[in-house]
């Protein structure tokens, strides 16, 4: 924990989804799994695997491999099919909340078991700054960290829950972030445990003429 500021367009969104409203979406996310399986990521060069299991719905999904690094694609890299569209829920959130037209183009699912994590990075696979990331937690606590957009600026540590919504806008849109760790059993949602988390975003820049939400 630190006492400077954040960067400006972060915001944390506590319950944001009831425990019914987080129950549906688990419901949802288990039917775009069906049609797009979780893979196993790895990072481009030396190929090493993520911790994190991953899917996609929408019309563009964030994928990695040691041959093609990180990208965005129409396609499940190991089925080939279109990914499955966002559920409206999802849409509904971006809708009220990244006060950003148009809809989110990709929405990647990342699975995290109780050893998962993710190291501290930047979304900038992006064409679309303007608009917001928008994530949601469900599962499992964890431990999110969050920084500047220089790689050693001082990061802030919080807590995140099932149900809660995070939003990385304006001077936060390039923080460097990450998952530090997950806190088994403190969630009832999924019945095997683990953590998934939502995340939206813009891919290609806004079309001309487009509200601004
Ligand atoms: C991500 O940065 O892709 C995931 C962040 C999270 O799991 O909360
Ligand atoms: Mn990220």
Redesign the pocket.
């Known amino acids: 924990m630190g006492s400077f500021a954040l960067p400006t367009g972060f915001r944390h969104l506590p319950g944001y989804f009831d425990r019914s409203a987080q129950e549906a979406l688990v419901a949802e996310i288990r039917t775009v799994v069906a049609a797009a399986p979780l893979y196993v990521p790895r990072m481009p060069r030396s190929g090493k695997e993520m911790s994190v299991r991953m899917t996609n719905c929408g019309d563009l999904g964030w994928v990695t491999d040691k041959e093609r690094g990180y990208r965005y694609q129409p396609t499940h890299p190991e089925t080939g099919a279109p990914w499955p569209s966002i559920p409206s829920s999802l849409l509904k959130l971006w809708k009220n909340e990244a006060q950003f037209a148009p809809p989110p183009q990709a929405c990647?699912v990342?699975f995290?078991d109780a050893s998962a994590k993710?190291g501290l990075?930047q979304?900038k696979d992006e064409q679309e700054f303007g608009a917001p990331v928008v994530?949601v937690?469900l599962g499992d606590d964890?431990l999110?960290r969050i920084g500047g957009v220089g790689r050693s600026d001082p990061t802030r540590s919080l807590r995140?829950s099932s149900g809660d919504v995070?939003i990385l806008g304006e001077q936060s849109r390039l923080a460097f972030?990450?998952?530090d760790r997950i806190y088994p059993g403190t969630s009832t949602l999924l019945k095997n445990g683990g953590r998934i988390?939502l995340?939206l975003r813009r891919v290609t820049p806004k079309p001309c003429g487009a509200q601004t939400g």
């Open positions: 990647l990342n995290y993710m990075h979304d994530s937690s964890c999110f995140l995070v972030h990450g998952v988390n995340t």
